[in-house]
């Protein structure tokens, strides 16, 4: 108890200095025109237009106007057709999936290299502008992945690439390509990698997340399963960070989020999948507490079969069981429990197949509609009695808000086994903080349209939470971690990681961004610098 009381006030301290020196830096900070003409030489700029930007500079006396001058350096520098000005095109900020995100940018930077990102990251410290990064743009956390007219964003979609080794070993991804894609290439090469459940979400987000996929039971968590990372720092220096090289900052990617750098490839090992056995079908809610008793007994007994695998998802409407084996077969014993439930539909029928082919049935059943969204994340130890309970609350309330507003929402159970715990561990540790043992975590999505709805629709997962924490805790099965990927804004998952992998991450980011350009210049995000006034 004094130790993680002890590391618990050495994070926030730190923390909260950071924060400080991070303020200090931009409130008496004065850059001349000489510095300018001097950093336009560093980054390749030609004299006459280090002159007419220099006098532009010169006359930049608000915010505002110096933005206007960082967004045209950047176009000079990287070419028009990597630096999107005023007006940025709609169809660049509609790629956010959620409209809670939509925000149009004074600039938008697309590199094509670590090299542009490098760039980028100079223009952005020497103009001292905000910024966001985006990958997909698939969390509905507005300005996690998106910044308005206030600030510059870095669209990560155009590094996109997929690439296998010789030996078929490593995958190589960039941050903006899509699950879907990097699957159907590697798939066809034979292979397979750790990624995410749906194939359109982005490669970086979800990575510097963690990553929970359909083999996670087998394999771990996607970002366990990483070499090696292509990072660029704050101040544009391009670093690669695995178990030999810059290893504390290799550690602190692996579910820390935005707070260290921006990462240009990640190098992945294959997993040796490629053909699965797999089916979906759909049920009547009213079998919802008959699921619930089945998918426990899964998780309790057979998810010990590390191979196997359920995706369980409550609607309003009606349930989706997804159950899935990472290797051919007839029909595995496994899944016994649900064998005598009867569904009202066979969606996908068993059958043997790929990753990519379950990417392409699942894109019709999660499209990417145009909405408000927004999800939450809990979890606990697998208790039936209090997932009943829970579930009955849910649905009570999201029905009622259902009428009110027409929000939509599910009720999503994520088996968590100890080998996913432990591999994590025996794959070099990552951030997160897992404690040991079979786990659930939950999960919302809540989709909405009116604006004005928004508080109202986010109350009813917020209050639902509180209540899943309160009854936890009277039953003993509470436990405080909060995925990242499931996260909505409110919720504070580093700090859910544990007081000392927290001041384990301060200290990388110290390490790594001594100016705190990521803590003070960077729009929103799980930010190390928040969890202080979060917690």
């Not at 490839?265 to 079998?287: A, C, H």
């Not at 379950?358 to 969204?373: E, K, W």
């Not at 029905?399 to 994520?414: D, K, N, P």
């Not at 997160?432 to 709805?453: H, K, P, R, Y």
Request: one cysteine or more; aromatic letters at 10%; hydrophobic letters at 40%.
């Amino acid at each position: 108890m004094w130790l993680r009381y002890t590391l618990a006030v050495f994070a926030q301290c730190m923390i909260a200095h950071a924060v400080s020196l991070g303020s200090h830096d931009l409130r008496t900070r004065t850059t001349t025109v000489a510095d300018f003409a001097s950093f336009g030489e560093e980054i390749g700029l030609s004299k006459s237009i280090i002159q007419a930007l220099g006098d532009e500079f010169a006359r930049a006396s608000h915010p505002v106007q110096a933005l206007a001058v960082a967004c045209q350096t950047a176009r000079k520098c990287l070419g028009e057709a990597q630096v999107e000005t005023i007006p940025v095109d709609q169809t660049i900020v509609e790629i956010n999936w959620s409209k809670t995100c939509y925000a149009y940018p004074t600039c938008a930077i697309q590199p094509r290299h670590a090299t542009d990102v490098s760039t980028s990251m100079k223009i952005i410290g020497f103009f001292h502008v905000k910024f966001a990064v985006r990958s997909g743009g698939h969390s509905p956390n507005p300005g996690w992945s998106s910044v308005g007219s206030e600030g510059i964003l870095l669209d990560l979609q155009r590094l996109d690439s997929v690439t296998l080794s010789g030996d078929g070993k490593v995958a190589s991804l960039g941050p903006g390509g899509r699950w879907s894609n990097a699957m159907t290439v590697l798939n066809a090469q034979g292979v397979s990698i750790q990624g995410g459940r749906l194939g359109q979400v982005g490669v970086g987000g979800l990575l510097l997340g963690g990553g929970y996929f359909y083999t996670s039971g087998q394999y771990g968590l996607a970002v366990d399963n990483a070499k090696n990372f292509e990072v660029v720092l704050s101040n544009g220096t391009v670093v690669n960070a695995s178990s030999d090289q810059n290893p504390k900052l290799f550690w602190a990617l692996k579910g820390g989020g935005p707070n260290f750098g921006i990462v240009t490839r990640f190098d992945l090992y294959t997993i040796p999948v490629l053909e699965i056995w797999g089916k979906v079908q759909i049920y009547s809610t009213n079998m919802a507490f008959e699921l619930l008793e089945a998918f426990d007994e899964w998780q309790q007994n057979g998810a010990s079969d590390t191979k196997s695998s359920v995706a369980f998802e409550i609607g309003l409407d009606y349930i989706t069981l997804g159950l899935i084996y990472s290797e051919p077969t007839n029909s595995p014993a496994v899944f016994a429990p649900f064998d005598a439930l009867e569904p009202l539909q066979v969606v996908v029928p068993a059958i043997n197949t790929t990753f990519s082919t379950v990417y392409s049935i699942l894109s019709g059943s999660y499209p990417n509609v145009t909405a408000r969204h927004d999800y939450r994340g809990a979890s606990s130890r697998i208790n039936t009695n209090f997932t009943k309970e829970m579930y009955s609350f849910w649905r009570v309330n999201a029905l009622a808000l259902r009428i009110e507003t027409g929000a939509s929402q599910t009720f999503a159970l994520q088996h968590v086994g100890a080998n996913l715990v432990q591999q994590g561990i025996d794959k070099g540790g990552n951030t997160l903080g897992i404690e040991a043992g079979n786990q659930q975590w939950w999960t919302t999505l809540i989709d909405w349209e009116n604006e004005a709805d928004d508080d109202l629709v986010r109350s009813v997962s917020i209050d639902f939470t509180e209540r899943w924490e309160k009854r936890g805790r009277d039953l003993g099965v509470y436990l405080p971690f909060v995925y990242m990927n499931d996260a909505s804004r409110d919720q504070n998952p580093l700090a859910s990681y544990g007081s000392e992998n927290l001041a384990r991450l301060v200290e990388v980011s110290q390490e790594y961004d001594s100016k705190r350009v990521f803590q003070t210049l960077q729009n929103d995000g799980f930010l190390l610098s928040k969890v202080q006034r979060n917690a």
